[in-house]
Structure formats: structure tokens, C-alpha cells
């Protein structure tokens, strides 16, 4: 049997050393009235046994296990028991982790707990001063910060040590929430921007006569929060997302029509050069009936076009440029830029957007748009300095994937599944995990995987599309655009496709070792599938031997196909720390606080903070001087940069 740390009083019935050299130890053994415990020390014995004194009352902790049936603490620390009623410890103890070395100094969890109550002895209330305004912490119902300390270290019952925690963790979460808000809400009232005054020709025309559907209410929500941040003259710096397929794309054609309303010209920026060209291609179409520029430029674009395009914004006669990083480049200059658009968040950094702004006198409005939904908690936190819009409706027409596990035994089956469905003209995704310690290992899984498709799939009868990152850019790109067009029926690939392609026709979507991916990247490779009128599979296959995080994993994928519900539980699942695109800012390096545990605190601190600068943005009312105090003693952490 092993537990955790125990603490125990009792009575040592005798001690003594026994064995030579390196067999050397002391043993001893204290008795209470449940048993007997025996204590062994094989370091440090002539400093033990000074402090022991037979049928004399200790009070003994460490970690208990068994040696020849018998229970046994190795290394405990040990010292006199004195009641609390004759003036002992009036205290639950604190357990402070230690390491080899300082216990070899002596200094283990018990002699660090020493030093700290000697400390506290000297402290004072004034020394650990509040922090909170005296009403919020009344309402919050939180005990003061220097007891909240002392309680945290040193509590008398197991519920003021509750209370301690409570009260650092709110403490925690309500001053992150005043610092975003305060860089939000500054920003909206400080920050200039281009104005947008009127909705014109250009937006009311494609609105009216173009629109290839009706827009969904949440679209029409998002379109409204726009249209409000832009008529203000301030910057707009919005978050936008939805999930997999909620037509993000309509809404930020429709900006940019607002903007060029307003004679501003705009710039779509996605991670890859695919797909940016499908935006390009999907935004021509659109804009097809209209009077409307748009240019597309990457790193292929040739030198002759690109000096085309180059001219074009810099003349203003390009509207609407869609693009890579390409776009980011000092060569590139606009007439005046008004509106920028960054498509799959963590794939620019901040310095990237910070180029944005610096290719116009006015800072542009900006619009984040990600794939996959960010959980609320993490929004609030990483995110808190950005203004959120959620789409969260998928248009009229979208028939809801089909997700299935089969295990690997049941290939043939799931290969036979396919021949119907591309018998029926469609076509399918066949992806194999990457490996990140071992990219040969990923090929050489993806090569053999690729031959054994090809057996079930022969030549000349079916075409086959090969992806991975080891082939050379170009020869990527002509593999995915023969899949997009039809030319081939199967592509065989790494996650390399995961974000964005679209491929209307396809209709199966199959996983080879889903064990070995990630929540939000089965969600990601599920959306690329469903996006025509056709029912659409998506068919996990996996090993037989799965740990039981991956099988929870695969169990939500088959269980919902709702990105917010998907990414709620891959924060639980994973932690903060991994979930891809969070930004790792001071926002989520708590010491206490946890964004997955204490989501009902951080609501509380939420709307404490906002309804707080709601009153007050300065912080200058008399209720709120603790907290302006604390604020500016902190005042290196406070001044975040003002790009989101």
C-alpha cells in the first residue's frame, strides 16, 4: 500500500542502530493506540539520535510504506510533540517541497515551514497589504489578504485554509481581468482609428443583389458588432470565431465591402499559401457581378505580376489584396489600408500584426478570425484584451458529419466504404498522424500506408493525391489543386492539410491512428469534410491498445460535432498550457488559479473587474485607492503592449 505524506503523535518505544558500513541504520519505533510504526533513517544517524529519548512523545511525518509486512516511514522527520492545548502548534502543518540537496543541508519541508513561521511572526497586516476595494471583497465574501496569507501557509482548520485559497486565487483573477480590461477598454477610448461613417453602394449592392444566401442571425450579430466598432473612430480589434464551416468567410467579404465603401482598401492574410489562394479564389467568385479589385499575392506570385499589384496598391486602384505573409513585407504599401483581416490566429505572431499597422498613418481595424473555437475560459484570459464576437450557427444546408471509431482490424470494411462512396463520384481523405520526435517514422508510416491504399485503389481506374512535409513546396501545391479540381478521387496525406481546404465534393474523411492526434485537430480534419450537400463520414480507425485519455478523445468526436463543447473539454483534457494558438502571456502564468477549475471564480473577477472600470476607468474614486495603490507598485506588469 502507498499514500501520500501522513502525520502521526506517539510514544517511542526504543531506538537503536543496527547493520555495518553501508547496511548501517538507525531504527526506531513509536507506538500510539491504533499500533506501531517503525521509523528508519540511513543518513544523517548521529544528528537523529541526539534528538531521541525513549518513552518520550513525538510527533513523526513522512511518506508510509511496508518492509516485511510492517508499516515504515524511511526518513521521517521527527520532533517533541507538545499538545495544543500546553501551548503546541495551534496549526495544520505545511508541507513545502523540498530537494536532495537542501535536505542534504538540512533544509527540508519541516525546517522551511520553521523559517516561515518566523517570518510571519515579524510580519504585520500593513506589510502584506489589501489589495481589493472593501466592497467587492464583502460581496465576494473573501477573507483579508495578510489572514488569507497566514491562512494559506498556516491554517487552524481545513476550511480557513479554503477560504486562504479562495481568496489568492480571486485575487489572481480579478487583477488579470483589470489589467486586459483596462488595455481594451483604454484602447476604445484612446486609440484613433479610420472611421467607416456610411454603408454604401459596393455593400449594399452585393447585399441586396449578390448574397448566394441568407445570412444566418449570428452573421448578422457579428456584421452589427463591426459596423458599431468602426463608425467610432477608434480602432477595431476584434476576435472572431466560429466553428468549422459557420461562414466566416461572408462576413469578412462584407467588411471589406464596408470598408471600401469608405474608400479604404482592406487585406486578407491566411497562414498558407493554399489557402490563400482558395479565399482568392472563393472571394473572385463572389465578387464576380461586381466593380471590385482583389489581388492576390504570395510568395509565388510572379515578379511581373507583383510589381502589377505593388503599383496597385500603392495608386489604390486594388481594392482588396488576399495573402501570406508576402503581404506583411516592407516593400508592400498601401494607398490607405482601413481594414485588415488575419485568418487561423496562432499562425502570426505579434510583431507580424504590429507590421499590419505600420502600413497606414491610422492604425486599420483589425479582425482575427480562428478555425476552431477557443474555450470561453481561455478566451477570457489570453484573450481578454480583444473585443469577442461568436458565431455559433451553422448556415440553412449543412447535413451534420457522421463520425464513427472502427478499430484497425475493420480496414478492409472501411475500404470497401470508400470505393462505394467514390463509385458514387465523391472523393476522400485518407490521413496518417506526423510524428514530431520522428519525421523518417512518419514517412516511412505514410509510405507504407500510401502503397497499401494504392493495392485497394489501383491504377488507372482511381487517382491518388499525395501530401507531406517533406516534398518540395510546389510540388505540394499541384498534388492539393489536382484534389481540389477532381483530377484525382483520394488524398493521401500528414495533418499538413488540416486547415482550411475546400473541398465541397469530398465526402469521406478517414484517420488513420486518431489515437495519436489532438481534440481540436480531429475537430479541425473532421470540418474538411461536409462542406457540400452530400452526407458526409468521418471514420477514426485506431490501434487496439489506447490510454484513457484517447479514448475519451475519440468517445467526444463520435459524441458531438459542436466545436465550443470540443474545445471546452481539450482545455480539461490538456491544460491551458498546450492548447495550440494560446497566447503565453503573463495571462495564464497563475500561481494559484487554474482556467480549468475555476471557471465560476473567473466569471465572478470577470464581471467584478468590468463592472468596476465600468465606474471608474481611471481607478480614482477613493473606494478603489487599494487597488490603484497595488496597480502602480506593479507597474512594469501593467503596461502591456498595445498590440492585441
Given at each position: ?9 506517539g510514544t517511542l518505544m526504543f531506538f537503536e542502530v543496527i547493520g555495518e558500513q553501508r547496511g548501517k541504520r ?151 481581468q483589470i489589467r486586459l480590461n483596462l488595455v481594451r477598454l483604454q484602447r476604445h477610448q484612446s486609440s484613433k ?316 474523411m478517414v484517420i488513420e491512428s486518431a489515437e495519436k492526434f489532438g481534440l481540436s485537430q480531429l475537430h479541425q ?120
Amino acid at each position: 500500500m502507498q499514500t501520500d505524506y501522513i502525520q502521526v503523535a506517539g510514544t517511542l518505544m526504543f531506538f537503536e542502530v543496527i547493520g555495518e558500513q553501508r547496511g548501517k541504520r538507525l531504527v526506531a519505533q513509536i507506538k500510539d493506540d491504533t499500533g506501531i510504526l517503525e521509523l528508519t533513517w540511513f543518513q544523517g544517524i548521529n544528528w537523529v539520535q541526539k534528538g531521541l529519548q525513549e518513552g518520550s512523545d513525538y510527533l513523526v511525518f513522512g511518506k508510509p510504506g511496508f518492509f516485511n509486512g510492517k508499516p515504515q516511514i524511511v526518513h521521517p522527520e521527527i520532533e517533541i510533540f507538545v499538545p495544543a492545548k500546553a501551548g503546541g502548534k495551534a496549526f495544520l502543518e505545511p508541507v513545502y517541497p523540498s530537494t536532495e540537496k537542501l535536505k542534504a543541508r538540512s533544509l527540508n519541508g519541516r525546517q522551511i515551514g520553521k523559517l516561515t513561521y518566523t517570518l510571519f511572526s515579524q510580519l504585520q497586516a500593513k506589510d502584506i497589504a489589501e489589495n481589493l476595494p472593501p466592497e467587492i471583497a464583502d460581496r465576494q465574501q473573501l477573507m483579508p489578504r495578510y489572514e488569507a496569507y497566514k491562512a494559506i501557509h498556516f491554517p487552524e482548520t481545513n476550511e480557513a485554509y479554503q477560504a486562504a485559497v479562495k481568496r489568492l486565487k480571486f485575487e489572481e483573477l480579478f487583477i488579470a481581468q483589470i489589467r486586459l480590461n483596462l488595455v481594451r477598454l483604454q484602447r476604445h477610448q484612446s486609440s484613433k482609428g479610420v472611421l467607416f461613417s456610411k454603408v454604401g453602394k459596393y455593400f449594399n449592392d452585393f447585399y441586396n443583389l449578390h448574397l448566394p444566401f441568407q445570412l444566418t442571425n449570428a452573421q448578422k450579430r457579428v456584421l452589427k458588432e463591426i459596423r458599431l466598432d468602426t463608425a467610432q473612430g477608434h480602432q477595431m480589434n476584434r476576435l472572431l470565431q466560429g466553428d468549422v464551416g459557420s461562414g466566416k468567410t461572408i462576413v469578412a467579404l462584407l467588411s471589406m465591402l464596408l470598408a471600401a465603401d469608405n474608400g479604404y482598401q482592406s487585406c486578407l492574410m491566411a497562414p498558407t499559401e493554399i489557402l490563400a489562394q482558395q479565399h482568392y479564389a472563393s472571394l473572385t467568385t463572389l465578387l464576380k457581378e461586381m466593380p471590385i479589385e482583389i489581388a492576390l499575392l504570395t510568395g509565388s506570385t510572379r515578379i511581373g505580376q507583383r510589381r502589377k499589384i505593388l503599383k496597385g496598391l500603392a495608386e489604390d486602384s486594388i481594392h482588396f489584396v488576399v495573402g501570406t505573409h508576402a503581404v506583411i513585407e516592407d516593400v508592400v504599401q498601401f494607398k490607405n489600408l482601413g481594414l485588415a483581416i488575419v485568418d487561423e490566429q496562432h499562425r502570426f505572431g505579434v510583431a507580424q500584426r504590429a507590421k499590419l499597422w505600420s502600413k497606414a498613418s491610422l492604425p486599420p481595424h483589425v479582425l482575427v478570425m480562428t478555425a476552431t473555437p477557443i474555450p470561453r475560459t481561455l478566451a477570457m484570459t489570453a484573450y481578454g484584451d480583444l473585443d469577442y464576437s461568436v458565431m455559433d450557427e451553422l448556415p440553412p444546408g449543412r447535413i451534420p458529419v457522421t463520425t464513427v471509431h472502427r478499430s484497425e482490424t475493420a480496414r478492409y470494411k472501411v475500404m470497401e466504404f470508400i470505393r462505394t462512396e467514390l463509385t458514387l463520384g465523391r472523393q476522400a481523405y485518407i490521413i496518417y498522424p506526423l510524428i514530431e520526435e520522428s519525421e523518417t517514422l512518419s514517412y516511412e508510416d505514410l509510405m507504407q500506408g500510401y502503397e497499401q491504399v494504392k493495392s485497394y485503389f489501383p491504377e488507372p481506374r482511381y487517382s491518388i493525391s499525395m501530401v507531406h512535409g517533406r516534398m518540395p513546396g510546389d510540388q505540394k501545391e499541384v498534388n492539393m489543386q489536382r484534389f481540389v479540381s477532381g483530377d484525382t478521387q483520394l488524398m493521401v496525406g500528414t495533418t499538413v492539410i488540416e486547415v482550411g481546404v475546400n473541398v465541397p465534393n469530398a465526402s469521406v474523411m478517414v484517420i488513420e491512428s486518431a489515437e495519436k492526434f489532438g481534440l481540436s485537430q480531429l475537430h479541425q480534419l473532421r470540418g474538411r469534410v461536409g462542406r457540400g450537400s452530400e452526407k458526409s463520414f468521418c471514420i477514426l480507425l485506431t490501434g487496439s491498445k489506447m490510454s484513457n485519455e484517447a479514448r475519451e478523445r475519440i468517445h467526444i468526436m463520435c459524441a458531438t460535432n459542436d466545436g465550443f463543447k470540443i474545445a471546452e473539454k481539450d482545455l480539461e483534457l490538456r491544460g491551458p498550457g498546450d492548447i495550440e494558438g494560446t497566447r503565453q502571456s503573463g495571462a495564464l502564468n497563475f500561481k494559484l488559479a487554474s482556467i480549468v477549475n475555476d471557471k465560476a471564480l473567473l466569471e465572478m473577477a470577470k464581471y467584478e473587474a468590468e463592472k468596476l472600470l465600468e465606474e471608474d476607468l481611471e481607478i480614482s474614486l477613493a473606494k478603489n485607492l487599494l487597488l490603484k495603490q497595488y496597480l502602480q507598485m506593479q507597474k512594469g506588469k501593467t503596461e502591456w503592449s498595445k498590440i492585441s
